[in-house]
């Protein structure tokens, strides 16, 4: 099972808006930072809103937003952060960890026919 959980983990530092709605149905928006990423979920850090085991959140990075749930979360000694780890409610890549490399074609060189002598 440990083994499963770390396969296809990719240590990366992306920036992130997690959003959800607090206990109260306020909403709730925060910057933080992914540590690695999984297709299925991320490890977040410097999460300052406590959240719950369960709860779900929605994270954008750049313009893709998913769906995700909290499934654990521990703060970080020291300091008012936590560290959360979350996995998609529903398995699509947000990464983009799943598809095959995009090749940009290469641009050719435009041949030019030889201008005919005397022209």
């Known amino acids: 099972m440990d083994d499963k959980r770390h396969r ?10 997690v959003s959800a709605n607090d ?3 306020n909403s709730y928006s925060e910057l933080v930072h992914t540590l690695d ?3 299925s979920g991320a490890r977040l850090g410097a ?3 406590e959240f719950k085991v369960g709860s ?6 750049k313009q893709h937003k998913a769906a995700f749930r909290v499934v654990w979360t521990e703060p970080v000694p020291g300091c008012s952060e936590h ?4 996995e998609a ?7 983009g960890l799943g598809s095959e490399p995009r090749v ?3 641009a050719r060189p435009v041949e030019h026919a030889a201008a005919p002598a005397g022209a």
Do not use: C, F, M
């Open 23 to 25: 206990n109260s149905g």
């Open 37 to 39: 990423i999984t297709e």
């Open 104 to 106: 940009q074609p290469q």
């Open 47 to 49: 999460v300052h809103h």
């Open 56 to 61: 779900l959140i929605t994270l954008q990075y």
């Open 83 to 86: 560290q959360v780890g979350i």
């Open 8 to 17: 296809g983990r990719v240590k990366a530092v992306l920036p992130v808006r």
């Open 89 to 95: 409610v529903n398995h699509g890549d947000l990464w």
